[in-house]
């Protein structure tokens, strides 16, 4: 398992590196600078930035000046929000991405497993019915539409909820609604489906002839089995929505990293374009090898250690 | 067995972060509320205007300001919440006029200026204010030394040897014309008379600063170390996503200031912006912190038309030919091109915001010698649409240039909903009026402005707006290798009169001087098509008094107070 686990974990460093350096380099060939603006300044004030920025440097020198930096763990100082350091822009800013999106993939998942089994259990009754219909319109509907449609009706017109910010629970309600409608969907299809096939396994068969209660056939083996395709959709998932829904998050007002994100590339802020790739990187990853190890630990068939290679 | 439980442990784990991470909401400074009360019950008393118990302002900003150090800033969203923080020498009124700010008074005298700091004026750390605050903050701005260099240091160079010393020419600072003659004293020289001088003291860039920030690199990033002098004080900010100033109780005039805390969200679309005003939770919206959508202008006009407000502001909005370029080298095929379009239709139907058409640089507010320039010089005499002579024109310019047709055309402007529709109708009335096909492209901000400044483009969007109130700030960036030309523009004309506006110190004159000027610009060479004059479109609740939005749409919030609904 340890050894898994490093070896996975030296794969990601040297995809992180690699994502490094296509971003790095990437990124300087997109014509413009952090220092352009409709009214220029005098080219002696813009030489000035270039230098104290080091972007007067051949880009190859500012490269391995980057890396060093970078494995020193120091992610630099933003270049238009002045003297804040990159660290602390992401850290304010994926909070609110975070806080949003683990309440987004707790509904998601409760209700997204629920509706799946239910259907799943009453398979061709009316509940199954309901249950795909309203999967069917989760997927189709795309988040923005539903999110504008949310907040026109309990914001705009009946007034329960606030339209924008993040200032309490009753802030959350839209956003994770709007963030969380996909993924139901999807999870109840995938666990619907999934159980059904569990459902007429042999072993249910057994477990049914051995007299084991129906309470305790479901929770220890049809929901352990029909929850698999759920946990492999729950790495990407996860990475998804924590890293931001930039949509969503302009369309409520949440001040999340993705906005960050946007920003920073239109203004050309070199360090906080790194910045925030490399943490998208890095989250990605890590969300890939949690997901891998959580495989093993649900299904015992599945031997980590026994791997050669992830 | 055991598995099970691990996963779920697994699952209550998350379960668990989750829930926590969403309780523990917000945990910005919350500063007491009750300070702001006693001013509100003191204003209460003027007239029959009920003050609401609650001097709590909400707005929205579209973005974040990139910084609260005045040195270091330069843009809208900035300009707004420093102008609650801080106070420059003067600060105008509604009109435009100088009122005074940190300076009680002051003399003019010809290039020299002498401003009196007043006695009681304070900073939110109860140290007085004194001249050598602004000579420390204005040296700070200037000093080749700062880091990152601030991009509006040359707001100050009309200052003696300001632009010397910045550039490095100049060592010493005492040789540039600003003095702290004693603490309440500062004695400022300028290179020539500039009328708008007295006006710019009141702009960010020469507000001034406490001498603590010297070895604090930081100090404009964090709520608790901010020292200012103006009449409100950051007491939160969370990055990306609200701000909030509270009324600072050692400013000068603090019984002035009726609003007790003014938040800010930060959100940038402006459509959620337009439903948070609906819903009741902004007191005010669109521009300049943020913008109306287009298509929601008609709307919201019919809604409410008592809280729809309309105002012109100092921007002109204009499309550039590259002279550069075929086929825009030709004077006549520019002005053909400027002639065969609608503005008034533009206005009407596309923009719909209260915009003018427009027909020279200098936009209305912008002051002449005695009213405003606009008024004084009508632009209308220097061109009128007109299609047959427009369709003339392009055929006697193709013909001399020995064109049978004209080459391939591209408009390029940066990206943007209404920037589109905008390109859309006058391509469809180049094509109707002249039979002329352009293209149009549109192009990423960086991309956009990298293809203009480098004259890659034949015709582009372009917009300016005032840095002061002077024709002048519409009208030296055209001369020769100015930085901002991005025309290809020369015309020795041209930069005669702007070079000898200059030194002209009577008004008038200089007056006449910038009327000939853009007429050479305009109706001789028409080397932009003028389309609109800016406005600023907002919604304002009805009990929001006393916001004060300048010629230029700067936005003063800091006499603001809400009534009783």
């Known amino acids: 398992m340890v050894r898994y686990i490093a070896n996975k974990l030296f794969y990601t460093l040297i995809s992180l590196f690699i994502l490094i350096s296509a971003t790095f380099f990437l990124m300087k060939a997109i014509p413009g600078d952090p220092f352009m603006s409709e009214k220029k300044v005098p080219e002696e004030i813009r030489q000035r930035l270039m230098e104290q920025y080091g972007l007067d440097k051949p880009v190859f020198q500012q490269y391995i000046k980057y890396l060093g930096d970078i494995v020193q763990g120091d992610l630099g100082i933003s270049m238009k929000k002045i003297n804040q350091e990159v660290s602390d822009i992401i850290g304010q800013t994926f909070s609110a991405s975070l806080k949003l999106g683990l309440v987004a993939i707790v509904v998601s998942v409760i209700i997204g497993v629920v509706l799946g089994l239910l259907a799943a259990l009453y398979h061709r009754k009316i509940i199954d019915n309901i249950t795909m219909v309203l999967a069917v319109l989760g997927i189709a509907v795309p988040s923005f539409v539903l999110a504008s449609l949310l907040q026109y009706v309990f914001a705009s017109k009946l007034h329960w909820l606030p339209t924008m910010g993040f200032k309490g629970p009753l802030y959350y309600v839209l956003p994770v609604a709007a963030l969380s409608a996909q993924p139901i969907a999807f999870i109840a299809r995938l666990t619907r489906s999934s159980m059904l096939e569990v459902l007429h396994a042999d072993y249910i068969k057994t477990a049914k002839a051995k007299g084991l209660s129906w309470f305790a056939i479901l929770t220890r083996h049809v929901v352990r089995n029909g929850i698999m395709p759920v946990v492999t959709y729950m790495g990407p998932m996860t990475a998804n929505i924590v890293t931001g829904s930039v949509v969503i998050e302009q369309i409520f007002g949440i001040g999340g990293i993705g906005k960050q994100f946007v920003q920073a590339i239109t203004s050309r802020d070199y360090p906080m374009i790194m910045g925030i790739t490399i943490f998208y990187g890095a989250l990605l990853m890590i969300a890939r090898l949690v997901t891998d190890v959580a495989y093993g630990l649900i299904d015992p068939r599945i031997k980590l250690n026994a791997r050669k290679e992830g | ?565």
Not at chain 2, 105 to 122: L, M, N, P, Q
Not at chain 2, 448 to 463: C, E, P, T, V
């Open chain 2, 1 to 565: 067995m055991k598995k099970s439980k691990s996963l779920l442990l697994l699952l209550t784990l998350v379960l668990a972060v989750g829930t926590l991470l969403s309780a523990c909401g917000s945990n910005e400074a919350k500063n007491s509320a009750s300070n702001g009360n006693k001013a509100a019950n003191n204003a209460a008393n003027e007239g029959d205007v009920k003050l609401a118990a609650d001097q709590t302002l909400k707005i929205n900003l579209s973005a974040e300001p990139p910084t609260f150090d005045p040195a270091q800033a330069q843009d809208s969203q900035a300009n707004t919440v420093l102008k609650m923080m801080y106070e420059g020498l003067v600060r105008l009124d509604a009109d435009g006029k100088e009122l005074p700010g940190a300076a009680e008074s002051w003399e003019v005298d010809g290039t020299k200026y002498t401003f009196h700091i007043r006695e009681d004026a304070k900073w939110s750390n109860g140290d007085p204010v004194t001249a050598n605050d602004f000579a420390f903050a204005w040296e700070r701005v200037l000093s080749p030394d700062t880091q990152p260099a601030p991009p509006y240091a040359y707001q100050l160079y009309y200052i003696k040897n300001a632009e010397e010393f910045n550039t490095g020419k100049i060592k010493d600072f005492s040789e540039v014309g600003v003095k702290a003659v004693d603490e309440k004293t500062l004695e400022v020289e300028l290179n020539n008379p500039t009328p708008y001088f007295l006006g710019l003291t009141s702009f960010y860039t020469l507000y001034p600063v406490h001498q603590s920030v010297k070895d604090d690199a930081k100090w404009a990033t964090d709520p608790n170390k901010m020292i200012v002098n103006g009449p409100f004080t950051l007491t939160a900010w969370t990055t990306g996503q609200s701000l909030e100033v509270t009324k600072n109780e050692q400013y000068w005039d603090k019984d002035s200031i009726k609003l007790n805390k003014i938040s800010m969200s930060l959100v940038e679309s402006g459509a959620t912006e337009l439903e948070s005003y609906r819903n009741g939770e902004l007191h005010r919206a669109g521009a300049p912190n943020g913008e109306i959508p287009a298509d929601q202008i008609p709307i919201v006009q019919q809604e409410m038309p008592d809280e729809y407000k309309v105002k012109g502001i100092a921007g002109t909005y204009y499309y550039q030919f590259n002279s550069k370029a075929e086929p825009f080298q030709n004077a006549k095929i520019r002005k053909a091109f400027s002639m065969a379009i609608d503005r008034q239709a533009i206005v009407e139907r596309i923009t719909q915001g209260g915009q003018i058409p427009a027909f020279g640089m200098v936009p209305e507010g912008i002051l002449g010698s005695d009213d405003q320039f606009r008024t004084e010089h009508n632009d209308k005499d220097y061109f009128q649409e007109n299609v047959d002579e427009a369709k003339k024109l392009l055929e006697e310019g193709m013909k001399e240039e020995g064109y049978t047709k004209l080459p391939e055309i591209t408009v390029i402007h940066n990206n943007g909903e209404g920037h589109k529709k905008v390109a859309t109708a006058i391509v469809d009335m180049w094509k109707k009026n002249l039979g002329v096909d352009v293209k149009i492209q549109n192009q990423e901000w960086g991309v956009f402005l990298k293809n203009r400044q480098n004259l890659d483009y034949q015709i582009a969007r372009s917009g300016w707006s005032a840095d002061f109130n002077d024709p002048m700030t519409f009208m030296d960036l055209w001369t020769t290798g100015a930085g901002n030309n991005d025309l290809g523009y020369s015309n020795p004309e041209y930069d005669e009169l702007i070079k000898a506006s200059r030194s002209e110190s009577d008004l008038k004159k200089r007056d006449e001087i910038f009327a000939k000027a853009e007429e050479i610009f305009i109706k001789q060479d028409m080397a932009y098509m003028p389309i609109y004059y800016y406005s600023n479109v907002a919604l304002e609740k009805p009990n929001l008094k006393g916001v004060i939005l300048d010629y230029s749409g700067a936005i003063d919030y800091t006499r603001a107070y809400l009534t009783e609904e």
